[in-house]
């Protein structure tokens, strides 16, 4: 049975202690340091080299974002965060998994069964994602770090066709295939260009650029060919905007 071992930086108590319950009762982790700041912890990771950390935002003396530009060690790792306003950035950065705090042990181990089923990214793949987190953190996002067949690599947003939210996933479809993010459709879309991808209605964003025709139906609402032949269909307010576009 494969291991994994694993940190954890967090500065409340209650919650390291829990964290450090949970990974102990588990028999698939093992529990290699914890840190209460992020100086301690970089200086810790780097030295302990874990497979994985549990990594809290918001530390004392410097935050879980920063320990992550700064390490040598490349782990994986899952942010533990009471802000869901880092959850695009957690993305970017192709964490693992974005526990959001008070957390289930449900929603614990299902974090953990992602950990123990993805390969450990590269050194090189994290400091772009760092880097391109730093740069774009409120800009429109050029592209997503996505994964196929066990490889990740990077979609330009232009070559996207359109979204559709699936839970709390978002199911984007490109290049003729579609890819499963961890990331709702919600956060997503405020981080696309508003000039080319239109929300259609609550669960489909489509990206103009891919839209081979639109049609009115007998309810007023258009009906939409998208270039690889799918059909979308606009709610009432998306459609009326839709014809305000049109010259």
Not at 17 to 33: F, N
Not at 159 to 165: M, N, Q
């Given at each position: 049975?494969?291991?994994?071992?694993?940190f954890?930086?967090?500065?409340?108590p209650?919650a390291?202690?829990?964290?450090?319950?949970?990974?102990?009762?588990?028999?698939?982790?093992?529990?290699?340091?914890?840190?209460?700041?992020g100086?301690s912890?970089?200086k810790?990771?780097?030295?302990?080299?874990?497979?994985?950390?549990?990594?809290?935002?918001?530390?004392?003396?410097?935050t879980g974002?920063?320990?992550?530009?700064r390490?040598?060690?490349?782990?994986?790792?899952?942010?533990?965060?009471?802000?869901?306003?880092?959850?695009?950035?957690?993305?970017?950065l192709?964490a693992?998994d974005?526990?959001?705090k008070?957390?289930?042990?449900?929603?614990?181990?299902?974090?953990?069964?992602?950990?123990?089923?993805v390969?450990?990214?590269?050194k090189d793949?994290?400091?772009?994602?760092l880097?391109?987190?730093?740069?774009?953190?409120t800009?429109?996002?050029?592209?997503?770090?996505?994964?196929?067949?066990?490889?990740?690599?990077?979609?330009?947003?232009?070559e996207i066709?359109?979204l559709?939210?699936?839970?709390?996933?978002?199911?984007?479809?490109a290049?003729?295939?579609?890819?499963?993010?961890?990331?709702?459709?919600?956060?997503?879309?405020?981080?696309?260009?508003?000039?080319?991808?239109?929300?259609?209605h609550?669960s489909?964003?489509?990206?103009?650029?891919?839209?081979?025709?639109?049609?009115?139906?007998?309810?007023?609402?258009?009906?939409?060919?998208?270039?690889?032949?799918?059909?979308?269909?606009?709610?009432?307010?998306?459609?009326?905007?839709?014809?305000?576009?049109?010259?």
């Amino acid at each position: 049975m494969k291991t994994k071992t694993v940190f954890i930086a967090e500065d409340e108590p209650l919650a390291r202690e829990t964290l450090r319950d949970w990974i102990q009762a588990h028999p698939q982790l093992r529990l290699v340091g914890e840190a209460a700041d992020g100086a301690s912890a970089l200086k810790q990771i780097d030295k302990l080299a874990p497979d994985a950390v549990f990594m809290d935002i918001q530390m004392p003396e410097m935050t879980g974002l920063e320990v992550l530009q700064r390490l040598t060690h490349a782990p994986d790792f899952i942010f533990t965060t009471a802000y869901d306003q880092y959850a695009v950035i957690a993305f970017e950065l192709n964490a693992i998994d974005y526990l959001l705090k008070p957390f289930s042990r449900e929603r614990f181990d299902a974090a953990v069964e992602r950990l123990l089923e993805v390969a450990v990214p590269s050194k090189d793949l994290l400091q772009l994602a760092l880097k391109q987190a730093a740069e774009q953190e409120t800009a429109m996002l050029k592209r997503i770090l996505v994964r196929d067949r066990g490889h990740i690599f990077p979609l330009a947003t232009d070559e996207i066709e359109y979204l559709k939210s699936e839970e709390k996933y978002t199911v984007i479809a490109a290049r003729k295939k579609t890819f499963l993010v961890r990331i709702g459709l919600s956060e997503l879309s405020t981080r696309l260009d508003p000039g080319k991808f239109i929300r259609i209605h609550r669960s489909t964003l489509i990206n103009l650029d891919f839209v081979e025709s639109m049609r009115a139906d007998d309810q007023s609402q258009l009906q939409i060919q998208m270039r690889d032949g799918t059909q979308l269909i606009a709610n009432r307010e998306a459609s009326k905007m839709l014809r305000s576009m049109s010259i």
